[in-house]
């Protein structure tokens, strides 16, 4: 018996030995070994597609690498992706790591956590590194690593521009596809090409800016013992660069997430059961830290308390950080130096202050549930100080810039193999298809052309009306990536039960049953495959009893919260089928889908996000952890504007919170909608609400109110939404002769004196660079209140540079601009020069610049770089101006 112990013993140190190639730390290889453990449970629904591939004869570097991505790996990946997928992944990783000349430099613990995970954020997973391992290999061939780094960016930026879109994050070969997306995209698309040629890079990201309302992702790419900053698809000449220098710079917070059990130097927020949240600000900003102690109702101390620390933004107090006290009661957080609200809650229990970080050590927060109604409060809100951003390296700029602008020729050449206009006519008039509607259409589906003309091909003269009406309903994102399969399965499937022939031809079956959009969740042929697995019975008799679907799910599927936490991606509705594991986002995801495949009307409710079916002609609400279908209480709010100067609008100017489980959370209403277009009623759950107000001041300052109040059921409550102000005017801070500067036409390429331009008006000047993001957000908040600056009458110029200006410029891309506004070239940078003479912290690095000046030439007000909101700002100060 001891000598069989003996020899088990032997053979188990023999195989971690083996295994020790890529992970050596015993306490490293111990963690994996728990969670892998862990993991197989927890997927055992999935074992044969997840782990039938440890049967292939795989070698100890595969298995030990392969072993840890299942380790630590979300929900979402063991629910939708195979164990093939994830050792095809693991070869090619291997592959680089034997090939790159840095490789034999990067130690094992960057290695793990930093090349090696497919995942970097909530992105849909493809197999970018294998499609583009030797296009990306060949451009990198002998250079050093840092050369390496800055030119895969590069590369990165031939492939993929930016771009806003929804909060889903696509694919980073779908993102080539569609040759655009927002930061979060272009930073996990940039860390996914980093890392396919065995270069450590992470996305990091301020969950907030504290200046502006917003937030950002880069990347950070580890070289030659290092980390650097860089911007993601927007190459600089050197590392350590990015026109977000200055904005990080006021940050309260930046970080980012490490893949698996973390012990490294860098400080932790939080440690999860698979990732690490690490804190980066003091790279980037001053910063300080300080504690929190919480104590109860009799000042003993609270274990295990939630504490957020909570920054106003988009006019709500927005978490960008949680911590849990120890048994002392207490936590804390290394911040920027602004202003925060400081949130702890056990339960129902909650108490806050506001602080500034600067003048702080220790926050004491006392919990209690004194709920407070009626009661208003007003804080001035201040950011970190603006700090000037000096780039140390400005050698090859020149070179950086005609690369950038090659890069942008060979984009617009790929761009102009998307189907124009006069196809798209063809097209309709082929399959006989409305014209508008399908220019429309393909307008949108950029790349994916292909997949959907496939799909309207093959609809059928029966189904012609069915499948426009899905191509409506679905996100415009889903047409950048869907395949015709996908659609083809919603489509085809969607008559296949029989349904209330009341909703036929309306917007509830549009939106409710045909939709194969549902959250933000990867999209997939869920439809035919979910009919499949409830037969015809269960059908009709779920139509009858709803019951029978929701009783059915809190029999199967496990809920488990943490499990997909590092992802954040829900899990698409046929992975929690077969996993029969999810966490409740993706559970409500599930009942949604199940509805629809079986012609039930279901969705998400848009403020609450609560799952709703539709009966009697109204949306029932379901609740899952109450055990039972709840109607819920019903109440109404009535908002009236306090302040008639100003428009107030959602999530610029106020928010609603509900209170639930100790923590306000905001209503999503829809974004930037005007008071004045709410109902003259509200109606909500009954319970307790938050009003936030505020109104951002140029310096990034923000003047704002909270205000506590109770709604009870079948009652209305009446609402001041009072939006404050301060009164100060504006000061000029120097002066031109407007005569004797010219400036060029970008359509005519005529020369005009600014004076014969202004046309005896006063004039916005925007020094832009076109195709930056921050001067995108610009464009986008101008356009935005294009009715205020018509009204106001006076000139705009959005102001060019030949050096700034690549060749993949086009002036239609900027809709909606108010119809004063002209595009002209500033010919050698004249004018930004002189105006630079008189603002002594211009530095020509930190575009947009904008300025108002009056017709004598007086320069009143400045704004540079990036900024969301500067459109509302701006009607402020050209207000100012004209009083």
């Given at each position: 018996m001891r000598k069989n112990i003996f020899l088990f013993s032997v053979l188990f140190c023999f195989y971690n030995f083996c295994l020790a190639q890529i992970i050596t730390d015993k306490a490293a290889i111990e963690k994996m070994e728990q969670g892998f453990a862990k993991q197989k449970a927890l997927a055992k629904n999935r074992a044969g597609e997840l782990f039938g591939v440890y049967s292939q004869n795989l070698n100890s570097d595969e298995k030990q690498a392969l072993t840890f991505l299942f380790a630590y790996m979300p929900l979402s990946d063991l629910a939708d992706y195979n164990g093939q997928f994830?050792?095809?992944?693991?070869?090619?990783?291997?592959?680089?790591?034997?090939?790159?000349?840095w490789s034999k430099g990067i130690p094992e613990e960057v290695y793990i956590h930093f090349v090696l995970p497919v995942r970097v954020n909530n992105e849909n997973l493809d197999s970018f590194r294998i499609a583009m391992y030797d296009e990306l290999k060949s451009r990198v061939k002998n250079l050093?690593?840092?050369?390496?780094?800055?030119?895969?960016?590069?590369?990165?930026?031939?492939?993929?521009?930016?771009?806003?879109?929804?909060?889903?994050?696509?694919?980073?070969?779908?993102?080539?596809?569609?040759?655009?997306?927002?930061?979060?995209?272009e930073s996990t698309f940039t860390v996914a090409a980093m890392r396919t040629i065995g270069i450590p890079a992470r996305q990091v990201y301020t969950p907030r800016w504290a200046h502006s309302d917003d937030n950002h992702a880069w990347v950070e790419v580890w070289v030659d013992g290092k980390w650097y900053f860089l911007g993601a698809c927007e190459p600089d000449p050197d590392l350590n660069m990015g026109w977000f220098a200055g904005p990080a710079a006021r940050a309260m917070l930046v970080h980012t997430r490490a893949y698996g059990w973390y012990k490294g130097s860098e400080p932790v927020i939080t440690s999860e059961q698979s990732f690490s949240e690490l804190n980066l600000i003091a790279n980037y900003a001053p910063a300080k830290y300080f504690s929190v102690k919480v104590i109860d109702s009799v000042g003993k101390p609270v274990e295990n308390a939630k504490v957020e620390y909570q920054l106003y933004n988009y006019a709500e107090f927005y978490p960008i950080a949680k911590t849990f006290t120890n048994k002392a009661g207490a936590t804390g957080i290394k911040c920027g130096l602004g202003d925060l609200i400081i949130w702890a809650n056990k339960g129902d229990l909650f108490g806050y202050k506001k602080i500034t970080v600067e003048n702080v050590d220790t926050v004491l927060i006392q919990i209690n549930k004194n709920f407070k109604t009626n009661i208003l409060e007003e804080y001035d809100l201040v950011p970190p100080v603006e700090r000037s951003i000096v780039e140390v390296n400005e050698t090859g700029r020149k070179e950086n810039d005609r690369k950038i602008h090659r890069e942008d020729s060979l984009r617009t050449a790929y761009m102009k193999t998307f189907r124009d206009t006069a196809w798209a006519e063809d097209f309709a008039k082929k399959n006989g298809y409305n014209k508008d509607t399908i220019i429309n259409v393909f307008s949108k589906s950029y790349g994916n052309w292909k997949e959907i003309a496939a799909f309207l091909e093959s609809a059928g003269p029966a189904n012609k009306t069915d499948a426009l009406k899905l191509l409506y309903v679905i996100s415009e994102k889903d047409l950048h990536d869907t395949k015709a399969s996908i659609l083809n399965d919603h489509l085809k499937n969607v008559f296949r039960y029989k349904f209330d022939k009341a909703t036929l031809n309306t917007e509830i079956f549009s939106n409710y049953i045909l939709n194969g959009r549902i959250a933000n969740e990867k999209m997939i042929a869920w439809r035919s495959f979910l009919q499949n697995n409830f037969d015809t019975i269960f059908a009709a008799e779920s139509q009858k009893d709803i019951g029978l679907i929701t009783d059915w799910i809190r029999k199967n599927i496990v809920i488990d919260n943490m499990a997909n936490a590092h992802s954040r991606a829900p899990l698409t509705p046929r992975g929690v089928y077969e996993l029969k594991v999810a966490d409740n986002k993706s559970r409500d995801i599930f009942f949604v889908a199940l509805?629809?495949?079986?012609?039930?009307?279901?969705?998400?409710?848009?403020?609450?996000?609560?799952?709703?079916?539709?009966?009697?002609?109204?949306?029932?609400?379901?609740?899952?952890?109450?055990?039972?279908?709840?109607?819920?209480?019903?109440?109404?709010?009535h908002l009236i504007n306090a302040n008639p100067a100003i428009t107030p609008k959602y999530t610029l100017n106020f928010t609603i919170a509900v209170f639930h489980d100790g923590v306000y959370r905001t209503l999503q209403f829809e974004e930037n909608k005007e008071l004045s277009a709410f109902p003259e009623k509200v109606e909500v759950d009954a319970g307790k609400y938050l009003l936030v107000t505020g109104n951002r001041m140029n310096d990034g300052s923000v003047l704002s109110n909270i205000f506590f109040f109770a709604v009870d059921e079948n009652k209305t409550t009446t609402v001041n939404v009072n939006i404050r102000e301060k009164t100060e005017s504006i000061k000029s801070w120097g002066s031109i002769a407007v005569k004797d500067f010219s400036l060029t036409g970008f359509s005519d390429k005529k020369k005009k004196s600014l004076s014969d331009l202004m046309k005896e008006k006063d004039a916005v000047l925007v020094f832009i660079e076109p195709d930056k993001e921050p001067t995108k957000h610009v464009m986008l908040d101008i356009a935005a209140v294009k009715g205020n600056f018509e009204k106001w009458g006076g000139a705009m110029f959005f102001i060019l540079s030949q050096e700034k200006t690549s060749?993949?410029?086009?002036?239609?891309?900027?809709?909606?601009?108010?119809?004063?506004?002209?595009?002209?070239?500033?010919?050698?940078?004249i004018l930004f020069k002189a105006i630079e003479k008189q603002k002594n912290n211009m530095n020509g690095n930190n575009y947009p610049y904008i300025i108002i000046i009056d017709k004598k030439g007086n320069l009143f007000s400045y704004s540079e770089g990036y900024k969301i909101g500067v459109g509302e700002q701006l009607v402020k100060e050209i207000t100012k101006l004209k009083n």
């Amino acid at each position: 018996m001891r000598k069989n112990i003996f020899l088990f013993s032997v053979l188990f140190c023999f195989y971690n030995f083996c295994l020790a190639q890529i992970i050596t730390d015993k306490a490293a290889i111990e963690k994996m070994e728990q969670g892998f453990a862990k993991q197989k449970a927890l997927a055992k629904n999935r074992a044969g597609e997840l782990f039938g591939v440890y049967s292939q004869n795989l070698n100890s570097d595969e298995k030990q690498a392969l072993t840890f991505l299942f380790a630590y790996m979300p929900l979402s990946d063991l629910a939708d992706y195979n164990g093939q997928f994830f050792l095809d992944n693991v070869k090619q990783s291997l592959k680089a790591k034997a090939e790159m000349s840095w490789s034999k430099g990067i130690p094992e613990e960057v290695y793990i956590h930093f090349v090696l995970p497919v995942r970097v954020n909530n992105e849909n997973l493809d197999s970018f590194r294998i499609a583009m391992y030797d296009e990306l290999k060949s451009r990198v061939k002998n250079l050093s690593m840092k050369e390496a780094a800055l030119e895969v960016n590069h590369w990165c930026h031939e492939k993929v521009t930016y771009r806003g879109s929804d909060e889903r994050t696509s694919s980073p070969l779908s993102t080539i596809k569609t040759s655009w997306g927002r930061c979060g995209e272009e930073s996990t698309f940039t860390v996914a090409a980093m890392r396919t040629i065995g270069i450590p890079a992470r996305q990091v990201y301020t969950p907030r800016w504290a200046h502006s309302d917003d937030n950002h992702a880069w990347v950070e790419v580890w070289v030659d013992g290092k980390w650097y900053f860089l911007g993601a698809c927007e190459p600089d000449p050197d590392l350590n660069m990015g026109w977000f220098a200055g904005p990080a710079a006021r940050a309260m917070l930046v970080h980012t997430r490490a893949y698996g059990w973390y012990k490294g130097s860098e400080p932790v927020i939080t440690s999860e059961q698979s990732f690490s949240e690490l804190n980066l600000i003091a790279n980037y900003a001053p910063a300080k830290y300080f504690s929190v102690k919480v104590i109860d109702s009799v000042g003993k101390p609270v274990e295990n308390a939630k504490v957020e620390y909570q920054l106003y933004n988009y006019a709500e107090f927005y978490p960008i950080a949680k911590t849990f006290t120890n048994k002392a009661g207490a936590t804390g957080i290394k911040c920027g130096l602004g202003d925060l609200i400081i949130w702890a809650n056990k339960g129902d229990l909650f108490g806050y202050k506001k602080i500034t970080v600067e003048n702080v050590d220790t926050v004491l927060i006392q919990i209690n549930k004194n709920f407070k109604t009626n009661i208003l409060e007003e804080y001035d809100l201040v950011p970190p100080v603006e700090r000037s951003i000096v780039e140390v390296n400005e050698t090859g700029r020149k070179e950086n810039d005609r690369k950038i602008h090659r890069e942008d020729s060979l984009r617009t050449a790929y761009m102009k193999t998307f189907r124009d206009t006069a196809w798209a006519e063809d097209f309709a008039k082929k399959n006989g298809y409305n014209k508008d509607t399908i220019i429309n259409v393909f307008s949108k589906s950029y790349g994916n052309w292909k997949e959907i003309a496939a799909f309207l091909e093959s609809a059928g003269p029966a189904n012609k009306t069915d499948a426009l009406k899905l191509l409506y309903v679905i996100s415009e994102k889903d047409l950048h990536d869907t395949k015709a399969s996908i659609l083809n399965d919603h489509l085809k499937n969607v008559f296949r039960y029989k349904f209330d022939k009341a909703t036929l031809n309306t917007e509830i079956f549009s939106n409710y049953i045909l939709n194969g959009r549902i959250a933000n969740e990867k999209m997939i042929a869920w439809r035919s495959f979910l009919q499949n697995n409830f037969d015809t019975i269960f059908a009709a008799e779920s139509q009858k009893d709803i019951g029978l679907i929701t009783d059915w799910i809190r029999k199967n599927i496990v809920i488990d919260n943490m499990a997909n936490a590092h992802s954040r991606a829900p899990l698409t509705p046929r992975g929690v089928y077969e996993l029969k594991v999810a966490d409740n986002k993706s559970r409500d995801i599930f009942f949604v889908a199940l509805c629809r495949s079986l012609n039930i009307p279901s969705r998400l409710n848009p403020e609450t996000l609560i799952p709703q079916y539709w009966k009697d002609n109204t949306w029932q609400d379901i609740k899952f952890e109450e055990e039972k279908i709840v109607t819920s209480k019903k109440g109404f709010i009535h908002l009236i504007n306090a302040n008639p100067a100003i428009t107030p609008k959602y999530t610029l100017n106020f928010t609603i919170a509900v209170f639930h489980d100790g923590v306000y959370r905001t209503l999503q209403f829809e974004e930037n909608k005007e008071l004045s277009a709410f109902p003259e009623k509200v109606e909500v759950d009954a319970g307790k609400y938050l009003l936030v107000t505020g109104n951002r001041m140029n310096d990034g300052s923000v003047l704002s109110n909270i205000f506590f109040f109770a709604v009870d059921e079948n009652k209305t409550t009446t609402v001041n939404v009072n939006i404050r102000e301060k009164t100060e005017s504006i000061k000029s801070w120097g002066s031109i002769a407007v005569k004797d500067f010219s400036l060029t036409g970008f359509s005519d390429k005529k020369k005009k004196s600014l004076s014969d331009l202004m046309k005896e008006k006063d004039a916005v000047l925007v020094f832009i660079e076109p195709d930056k993001e921050p001067t995108k957000h610009v464009m986008l908040d101008i356009a935005a209140v294009k009715g205020n600056f018509e009204k106001w009458g006076g000139a705009m110029f959005f102001i060019l540079s030949q050096e700034k200006t690549s060749v993949s410029f086009n002036a239609s891309q900027f809709k909606n601009l108010p119809k004063q506004s002209e595009y002209v070239f500033d010919d050698d940078n004249i004018l930004f020069k002189a105006i630079e003479k008189q603002k002594n912290n211009m530095n020509g690095n930190n575009y947009p610049y904008i300025i108002i000046i009056d017709k004598k030439g007086n320069l009143f007000s400045y704004s540079e770089g990036y900024k969301i909101g500067v459109g509302e700002q701006l009607v402020k100060e050209i207000t100012k101006l004209k009083n």
